[in-house]
């Protein structure tokens, strides 16, 4: 059974960083293409970063130049680092992972990804 564990989020100002990370079970990271997405209160779920099995990774205009998304194939987890953090990145932090060969750019849709966490709330205030 594949579980993933979000962890990281917390509250900071504007302008600060955080790190979030994704502990994957039964589930290889690096075997098919993973995903961060975001969901802010009354928002679509949004896809903000991607990464490919060979660690290609894809990143959605608004947090391009500011946010990483890493891959850690030996401890198996997902990492986002995000720095100058933005009151408008404030949401509900999502690890996801695809169970096959499939595209892997943002933004995609939320459907064509299997495997979720449960979140991690990261909230940015001004």
């Known amino acids: 059974q594949v579980h993933l564990a979000e962890s990281g989020g917390g509250s900071v100002q504007a302008g600060g960083s955080l790190s979030l990370s994704c502990a994957a079970s039964?589930?290889?990271?690096?075997?098919?293409?993973m995903g961060w997405f975001r969901q802010a209160p009354g928002k679509e779920r949004e896809h903000v970063a991607a990464?490919?099995?060979?660690?290609?990774?894809s990143y959605v205009d608004s947090v391009e130049g500011r946010f990483t998304v890493s891959q850690d194939r030996a401890k198996n987890t997902l990492y986002l680092q995000m720095n100058s953090l933005k009151p408008e990145d404030t949401g509900m932090y999502y690890c996801?992972?695809?169970?096959?060969?499939?595209?892997?750019?943002?933004?995609?849709?939320?459907?064509?990804?299997?495997?979720w966490g449960q979140g991690t709330q990261v909230t940015v205030s001004s």
């Open positions: 996801a992972a695809r169970s096959g060969p499939y595209r892997c750019y943002t933004p995609d849709l939320p459907t064509t990804f299997v495997y």
């Open positions: 039964g589930y290889t990271i690096g075997t098919y293409c």
């Open positions: 990464i490919d099995k060979y660690g290609s990774t």
